[in-house]
T-cell receptor, first 115, second 112 residues
């Protein structure tokens, strides 16, 4: 089946630095990638939708200059958290349509801790 | 706008007992409904989905859910709980092949 590989699984960074999270579709082409954020014991909130070769669409309240999304190829989408702050600490998950009827495959998530 | 309500943020059942996780939705169009399971520090795994056709949907690991339009519900059940079922469960709704709207999740605990 369709697999999305997400890296890193865990990252700790210092305040003010930037962190890049990668999601790769391993055996299919992901023209669309959804990026979610999940706070502890809460649900997933959609941050943005990236489409290969075009600008990402951000949900209301999400700072596009802080959360940079690049979808330069059909198999790779990246999320860069710029100038990270402790409040950006969260679990980030990517997801892509898997080709089945309204089917989506999820990455394994990235636990970001900003210290 | 669409929304999902999961009743009960925590559910505990004894091993071998019936599992019932409740989900109600609100959608202005015929919905597509999903149940996902999440283990600690992992992504989401699809348990089952309803798009069209039969309203009783069977999924993986012995789970099933029934779409009841009159009740706007999509409750998840499993006849006999297993220790490995302990996880977080999310109900989600979509009105098309785009973004999912998730419920707040239900943490299932299995009592030995």
């Amino acid at each position: 089946g369709a697999v999305v590989s997400q890296h890193p699984s865990r990252v700790i960074c210092k305040s003010g630095t930037s962190v890049k999270i990668e999601c790769r579709s391993l055996d299919f082409q992901a023209t669309t990638m959804f990026w979610y954020r999940q706070f502890p014991k809460q649900s997933l909130m959609l941050m943005a939708t990236s489409n290969e070769g075009s600008k990402a669409t951000y949900e209301q309240g999400v700072e596009k200059d802080k959360f940079l999304i690049n979808h330069a190829s059909l198999t790779l989408s990246t999320l860069t958290v710029t100038s990270a702050h402790p409040e950006d600490s969260s679990f980030y998950i990517c997801s892509a349509p898997d080709g089945s009827t309204y089917g989506y495959t999820f990455g394994s998530g990235t636990r970001l801790t900003v210290v | 706008a669409q929304s999902v309500t999961q009743l009960g943020s925590h559910v505990s059942v004894s091993e071998g007992a019936l599992v019932l996780l409740r989900c109600n939705y609100s959608s202005s169009v015929p919905p597509y409904l999903f149940w996902y399971v999440q283990y600690p520090n992992q992504g989401l795994q699809l348990l089952l989905k309803y798009t069209t056709g039969a309203t009783l949907v069977k999924g993986i690991n012995g789970f099933e859910a029934e779409f009841k339009k009159s009740e706007t519900s999509f409750h998840l059940t499993k006849p006999s709980a297993h220790m490995s079922d302990a996880a977080e469960y999310f109900c989600a709704v979509s009105d098309g092949p785009e973004k999912l709207t998730f419920g707040t999740g239900t943490r299932l605990t299995i009592i030995p």
